[in-house]
């Protein structure tokens, strides 16, 4: 984790939601979605004050609206999960523009459709106002399991080696002129795929052998030792402090 690692959804900026240390966002964000999974559904107003919440953020993030909403569209698969919700749940049924719709499935539909968006518009938040490599150091310094951030940390970093090496392969394909237009070209497409796992998994192998011979014992040094002071935390912590609050009178009014 000594190199910087950029990524599509990190947004460079100077905000002070940059500039606090990563552990005290992925703190943040995910006492936020506890507390906003924990808001009663029938309380609609609480998930727009949670709303408003993030569109702060965004703002003192300098984080465009167009750029957060593009990346919400993720989240498709899940809305299409929720618009079906209605037509196959059981239960009471009420009449919506001439269509027989179950009541617990309107409910259901706006609870998926309500708290996922929050907590995925949260998540790009995170991702948005910090790097791949700050997050890995944000959860060493939270304590997650050491060979987990590891894991982590050796998929981004080649994840990004097996797509340039893709890349390359499609253009020394295209360059002999070979286009895949059908199923007659599948075979071909197989074979580059089956020559990419052994390049991917000698890769591998080579790799293991030269951390083992620059003295790797199955754990990482640590190059960055991220503190963060009391104000941060605060700072940081602002924001699931005040969706509880607003949690609490979702479920007291």
Not at 109 to 128: E, Q, R
Not at 202 to 221: C, T
Request: hydrophobic fraction near 55%.
């Amino acid at each position: 984790m000594g190199a910087g690692h950029a990524h599509r959804l990190y947004r460079h900026g100077h905000s002070p939601v940059h500039a606090l240390p990563p552990h005290t966002k992925l703190a943040a964000v995910l006492a936020f979605v506890v507390v906003v999974v924990s808001t009663p559904r029938e309380a609609m107003w609480a998930f727009a004050l949670y709303a408003v919440l993030l569109g702060v953020v965004a703002y003192v993030a300098r984080v465009p609206a167009g750029f957060l909403l593009g990346r919400l569209l993720i989240e498709v698969p899940f809305v299409a999960f929720a618009v079906l919700m209605p037509f196959v749940a059981e239960g009471e049924r009420v009449d919506v523009l001439g269509l027989s719709l179950s009541v617990n499935g309107l409910w259901g539909a706006w609870n998926v459709l309500a708290k996922g968006t929050l907590g995925v518009a949260a998540s790009v938040l995170l991702a948005s106002t910090t790097e791949l490599r700050e997050l890995l150091l944000g959860l060493q310094r939270l304590k997650l399991p050491p060979l987990l951030v590891q894991i982590a940390s050796f998929m981004i970093r080649y994840g990004d080696v097996i797509a340039d090496e893709m890349r390359r392969m499609r253009i020394a394909r295209e360059s002999r002129g070979f286009a895949a237009r059908g199923v007659r070209h599948w075979g071909v497409l197989a074979k580059s795929a089956g020559a990419l796992f052994i390049r991917s998994y000698e890769r591998g192998e080579r790799v293991h052998l030269a951390m083992i011979s620059r003295g790797y014992a199955g754990s990482m040094p640590v190059i960055d030792e991220v503190t963060a002071s009391r104000a941060q935390w605060s700072y940081a912590l602002a924001l699931p402090v005040a969706a509880l609050a607003v949690c609490v009178l979702g479920w007291t009014l």
